[in-house]
Protein backbone atom coordinates (compact mmCIF):
# COMPACT_ATOMS: atom_id res chain seq x y z
CA UNK A 1 0.00 0.00 0.00
CA UNK A 2 1.59 3.48 -0.74
CA UNK A 3 2.37 5.94 2.08
CA UNK A 4 -0.32 8.46 2.76
CA UNK A 5 0.96 11.97 2.15
CA UNK A 6 0.29 14.76 4.07
CA UNK A 7 -0.64 16.75 0.76
CA UNK A 8 -3.36 13.71 0.21
CA UNK A 9 -4.96 14.85 3.82
CA UNK A 10 -7.96 17.19 4.10
CA UNK A 11 -8.36 20.10 5.94
CA UNK A 12 -7.98 21.06 9.10
CA UNK A 13 -4.88 19.25 8.47
CA UNK A 14 -2.10 21.55 6.32
CA UNK A 15 0.47 20.39 4.44
CA UNK A 16 3.63 21.25 6.10
CA UNK A 17 6.86 19.03 4.60
CA UNK A 18 8.66 17.07 7.20
CA UNK A 19 6.11 17.78 10.17
CA UNK A 20 3.30 15.15 10.05
CA UNK A 21 0.13 15.42 11.73
CA UNK A 22 -0.21 19.05 11.76
CA UNK A 23 -3.74 20.35 12.08
CA UNK A 24 -5.75 23.48 13.04
CA UNK A 25 -7.16 23.16 16.32
CA UNK A 26 -10.36 25.27 15.24
CA UNK A 27 -12.66 25.66 12.46
CA UNK A 28 -16.08 24.87 11.30
CA UNK A 29 -15.80 21.29 12.41
CA UNK A 30 -16.67 22.32 16.05
CA UNK A 31 -19.63 23.53 16.18
CA UNK A 32 -20.95 24.42 19.93
CA UNK A 33 -24.40 23.62 20.59
CA UNK A 34 -25.23 25.91 23.16
CA UNK A 35 -24.49 28.42 21.10
CA UNK A 36 -25.46 28.08 17.42
CA UNK A 37 -23.20 29.65 14.69
CA UNK A 38 -20.47 29.92 16.80
CA UNK A 39 -17.33 27.76 16.53
CA UNK A 40 -13.45 28.14 17.91
CA UNK A 41 -11.29 30.57 16.24
CA UNK A 42 -9.16 29.14 12.77
CA UNK A 43 -5.48 30.11 12.91
CA UNK A 44 -4.66 29.95 16.24
CA UNK A 45 -4.35 26.61 18.30
CA UNK A 46 -2.03 24.44 16.06
CA UNK A 47 -1.06 20.77 17.15
CA UNK A 48 1.40 18.29 15.23
CA UNK A 49 4.05 15.99 15.65
CA UNK A 50 7.32 16.57 17.06
CA UNK A 51 9.43 18.85 14.20
CA UNK A 52 12.83 18.12 14.22
CA UNK A 53 12.24 17.02 10.03
CA UNK A 54 10.44 19.81 9.25
CA UNK A 55 12.19 21.37 6.01
CA UNK A 56 13.31 24.87 5.23
CA UNK A 57 9.39 24.99 2.87
CA UNK A 58 7.85 23.82 6.32
CA UNK A 59 9.04 26.65 8.31
CA UNK A 60 8.69 29.29 5.73
CA UNK A 61 4.78 27.88 5.67
CA UNK A 62 4.92 28.00 9.50
CA UNK A 63 6.22 31.62 10.09
CA UNK A 64 3.73 32.47 7.04
CA UNK A 65 1.10 31.12 10.05
CA UNK A 66 2.30 33.40 11.96
CA UNK A 67 2.97 31.33 14.63
CA UNK A 68 5.11 32.83 17.33
CA UNK A 69 5.14 30.11 20.40
CA UNK A 70 5.96 26.37 20.28
CA UNK A 71 5.38 24.53 22.97
CA UNK A 72 7.22 20.88 23.35
CA UNK A 73 5.81 18.90 25.96
CA UNK A 74 8.47 16.40 25.83
CA UNK A 75 10.63 15.77 29.12
CA UNK A 76 14.14 16.51 28.94
CA UNK A 77 15.13 13.04 29.08
CA UNK A 78 12.96 12.30 26.35
CA UNK A 79 14.09 14.86 24.03
CA UNK A 80 18.01 13.50 24.69
CA UNK A 81 16.45 9.72 23.52
CA UNK A 82 14.63 11.21 20.75
CA UNK A 83 18.16 13.13 19.44
CA UNK A 84 20.29 10.33 19.86
CA UNK A 85 22.06 8.94 16.76
CA UNK A 86 21.13 12.14 15.35
CA UNK A 87 17.88 11.22 14.71
CA UNK A 88 15.47 13.71 16.23
CA UNK A 89 17.22 16.46 16.77
CA UNK A 90 15.38 19.87 18.32
CA UNK A 91 14.47 22.17 15.60
CA UNK A 92 13.96 25.92 16.03
CA UNK A 93 13.25 28.68 13.78
CA UNK A 94 13.37 32.74 13.70
CA UNK A 95 9.73 34.25 14.72
CA UNK A 96 9.37 31.66 16.99
CA UNK A 97 9.70 31.22 20.42
CA UNK A 98 10.07 27.53 21.69
CA UNK A 99 8.59 26.81 25.09
CA UNK A 100 9.85 24.05 27.16
CA UNK A 101 6.88 23.17 28.89
CA UNK A 102 6.83 19.03 29.71
CA UNK A 103 3.98 16.95 31.29
CA UNK A 104 6.53 14.58 32.69
CA UNK A 105 9.23 14.98 35.12
CA UNK A 106 12.71 13.42 34.20
CA UNK A 107 12.28 10.68 36.88
CA UNK A 108 8.98 9.70 35.17
CA UNK A 109 11.40 8.13 32.11
CA UNK A 110 13.16 5.33 34.70
CA UNK A 111 12.87 1.86 33.60
CA UNK A 112 9.91 1.38 35.54
CA UNK A 113 7.52 4.38 34.91
CA UNK A 114 8.55 3.50 31.56
CA UNK A 115 7.56 0.00 31.44
CA UNK A 116 4.43 1.04 33.74
CA UNK A 117 3.06 3.39 31.12
CA UNK A 118 3.83 1.21 28.24
CA UNK A 119 1.35 -1.32 29.98
CA UNK A 120 -1.17 0.92 30.21
CA UNK A 121 -1.20 2.51 26.90
CA UNK A 122 -0.95 -1.16 25.19
CA UNK A 123 -3.65 -2.30 27.35
CA UNK A 124 -6.67 -4.14 25.46
CA UNK A 125 -9.48 -2.41 27.83
CA UNK A 126 -10.39 1.09 28.94
CA UNK A 127 -8.90 0.85 31.53
CA UNK A 128 -5.07 1.26 29.96
CA UNK A 129 -5.74 4.65 28.18
CA UNK A 130 -8.27 5.60 31.37
CA UNK A 131 -4.80 5.67 33.64
CA UNK A 132 -2.72 7.17 30.93
CA UNK A 133 -4.46 9.72 29.89
CA UNK A 134 -5.26 10.78 33.91
CA UNK A 135 -2.18 10.00 34.55
CA UNK A 136 -0.87 12.77 31.97
CA UNK A 137 -3.81 15.45 32.91
CA UNK A 138 -2.91 15.12 36.29
CA UNK A 139 0.96 15.02 35.74
CA UNK A 140 0.65 18.24 34.00
CA UNK A 141 -1.49 19.86 36.81
CA UNK A 142 1.04 19.10 39.84
CA UNK A 143 4.60 19.26 37.38
CA UNK A 144 6.33 22.36 38.62
CA UNK A 145 6.90 23.32 34.95
CA UNK A 146 2.86 23.76 34.48
CA UNK A 147 2.76 22.63 30.75
CA UNK A 148 -1.43 23.16 30.55
CA UNK A 149 -1.17 26.33 32.63
CA UNK A 150 1.29 27.81 30.16
CA UNK A 151 -0.41 27.55 27.81
CA UNK A 152 -4.09 28.29 29.02
CA UNK A 153 -2.79 31.48 30.30
CA UNK A 154 -1.61 32.29 26.67
CA UNK A 155 -5.11 31.70 25.36
CA UNK A 156 -6.70 33.33 28.22
CA UNK A 157 -4.77 36.85 27.32
CA UNK A 158 -6.44 40.04 28.05
CA UNK A 159 -4.46 40.67 24.92
CA UNK A 160 -5.37 38.99 21.42
CA UNK A 161 -3.16 35.65 22.21
CA UNK A 162 -0.69 34.87 19.23
CA UNK A 163 -0.88 31.88 17.05
CA UNK A 164 0.34 28.68 19.05
CA UNK A 165 1.68 25.23 18.26
CA UNK A 166 1.49 22.17 20.15
CA UNK A 167 3.58 19.59 20.06
CA UNK A 168 5.07 16.15 22.13
CA UNK A 169 6.61 12.90 19.94
CA UNK A 170 3.68 12.28 18.04
CA UNK A 171 1.14 14.53 18.99
CA UNK A 172 -1.62 12.71 20.22
CA UNK A 173 -1.96 11.90 23.70
CA UNK A 174 -0.21 14.50 25.63
CA UNK A 175 -1.43 17.20 22.91
CA UNK A 176 -4.67 15.43 22.86
CA UNK A 177 -5.40 15.27 26.53
CA UNK A 178 -5.13 19.23 26.47
CA UNK A 179 -6.87 19.89 23.19
CA UNK A 180 -9.62 18.28 24.30
CA UNK A 181 -9.67 20.35 27.39
CA UNK A 182 -9.10 23.61 25.07
CA UNK A 183 -12.38 21.92 22.61
CA UNK A 184 -14.63 21.58 25.94
CA UNK A 185 -14.22 24.94 27.52
CA UNK A 186 -15.24 26.52 24.49
CA UNK A 187 -18.50 24.46 24.69
CA UNK A 188 -17.77 21.79 21.89
CA UNK A 189 -19.58 18.86 22.30
CA UNK A 190 -18.09 15.32 22.79
CA UNK A 191 -18.71 13.77 20.09
CA UNK A 192 -16.92 16.71 17.95
CA UNK A 193 -14.17 16.51 20.88
CA UNK A 194 -13.70 13.33 19.93
CA UNK A 195 -13.64 13.36 16.30
CA UNK A 196 -10.55 15.77 16.42
CA UNK A 197 -8.84 13.35 18.69
CA UNK A 198 -9.13 10.56 16.14
CA UNK A 199 -7.87 12.22 13.37
CA UNK A 200 -4.48 11.41 14.67
CA UNK A 201 -4.53 8.18 13.46
CA UNK A 202 -5.05 9.86 9.62
CA UNK A 203 -2.26 12.21 10.44
CA UNK A 204 0.45 10.18 11.80
CA UNK A 205 0.19 7.88 8.85
CA UNK A 206 3.04 8.75 7.12
CA UNK A 207 4.92 8.20 10.85
CA UNK A 208 3.52 4.59 11.29
CA UNK A 209 6.05 2.33 10.47
CA UNK A 210 8.73 4.70 11.99
CA UNK A 211 6.77 4.56 15.22
CA UNK A 212 6.35 1.17 15.75
CA UNK A 213 9.97 0.23 14.95
CA UNK A 214 10.76 2.75 17.77
CA UNK A 215 8.50 1.42 20.25
CA UNK A 216 9.39 -2.13 19.31
CA UNK A 217 13.13 -1.63 19.99
CA UNK A 218 11.95 -0.70 23.76
CA UNK A 219 12.70 -3.89 25.85
CA UNK A 220 9.42 -2.35 27.82
CA UNK A 221 7.42 -3.59 24.78
CA UNK A 222 8.98 -7.20 25.17
CA UNK A 223 7.74 -7.77 21.48
CA UNK A 224 4.28 -6.79 21.94
CA UNK A 225 3.52 -5.67 18.74
CA UNK A 226 -0.25 -5.66 19.37
CA UNK A 227 0.02 -3.26 22.10
CA UNK A 228 2.47 -0.72 20.06
CA UNK A 229 -0.28 -0.24 17.52
CA UNK A 230 -2.65 0.36 20.47
CA UNK A 231 -0.25 2.97 21.68
CA UNK A 232 0.21 4.75 18.43
CA UNK A 233 -3.76 4.48 17.11
CA UNK A 234 -6.25 7.47 18.28
CA UNK A 235 -9.17 5.10 18.73
CA UNK A 236 -11.98 7.20 19.88
CA UNK A 237 -12.98 5.51 22.64
CA UNK A 238 -9.73 6.63 24.39
CA UNK A 239 -10.88 9.81 24.40
CA UNK A 240 -14.38 9.35 25.30
CA UNK A 241 -13.65 7.78 28.50
CA UNK A 242 -11.21 10.54 29.43
CA UNK A 243 -13.97 12.70 29.45
CA UNK A 244 -16.68 10.63 31.21
CA UNK A 245 -13.58 10.35 33.93
CA UNK A 246 -13.79 14.16 34.09
CA UNK A 247 -17.44 14.64 35.14
CA UNK A 248 -17.57 11.71 37.18
CA UNK A 249 -14.99 13.07 39.29
CA UNK A 250 -15.34 16.53 39.29
CA UNK A 251 -18.60 17.17 37.71
CA UNK A 252 -17.53 18.96 34.12
CA UNK A 253 -14.59 20.34 32.46
CA UNK A 254 -14.81 23.73 33.85
CA UNK A 255 -14.50 22.41 37.49
CA UNK A 256 -11.71 19.94 36.89
CA UNK A 257 -9.24 22.94 35.38
CA UNK A 258 -10.20 25.45 37.88
CA UNK A 259 -9.73 22.43 40.63
CA UNK A 260 -6.40 21.29 39.05
CA UNK A 261 -5.43 25.16 39.55
CA UNK A 262 -4.71 25.11 35.56
CA UNK A 263 -7.18 28.37 35.02
CA UNK A 264 -9.28 30.29 36.67
CA UNK A 265 -13.27 30.94 36.12
CA UNK A 266 -12.31 34.44 34.95
CA UNK A 267 -9.76 32.80 33.05
CA UNK A 268 -11.91 30.43 31.53
CA UNK A 269 -14.15 33.39 29.90
CA UNK A 270 -11.51 35.11 28.47
CA UNK A 271 -10.62 32.07 26.56
CA UNK A 272 -14.32 31.83 25.63
CA UNK A 273 -13.69 35.79 23.85
CA UNK A 274 -10.57 35.07 22.38
CA UNK A 275 -11.01 31.31 20.89
CA UNK A 276 -15.18 31.13 20.14
CA UNK A 277 -16.25 33.19 17.07
CA UNK A 278 -19.08 33.22 14.52
CA UNK A 279 -18.28 30.32 12.15
CA UNK A 280 -18.10 32.65 8.74
CA UNK A 281 -15.31 34.53 10.48
CA UNK A 282 -11.94 33.75 9.86
CA UNK A 283 -8.56 33.95 11.47
CA UNK A 284 -6.86 37.22 11.43
Not at 34 to 40: A, E, R
Not at 66 to 71: E, F, L, Q, R
Not at 203 to 212: A, P, V
Request: glycine content about 8%; overall charge negative; some cysteine.
Amino acid sequence: MAETTQEELPPPFINIPGLPNFRDLGGVPHPIPSQPGKTVKRGLIFRSSEPSKVTDGGVQQLQDLGIKKVYDLRSLDEIKKDAEGGQRQVKEWEGAERVFAPVWRDQDFSPTALALRFKQYSDESDRGFLEAYKNILLAASSNDDKPYEKILAHLSTSDKPSPILMHCTAGKDRTGVLCALILSLCGVDDASVVAEYHLTDTGLKSRHDELMDFLMSDPAMAGNRAGAWRMISANPRNMQVHLNWIRDNYGSVEKCVVDLGLITPEGIEQLRKNLVVDEAVHSS
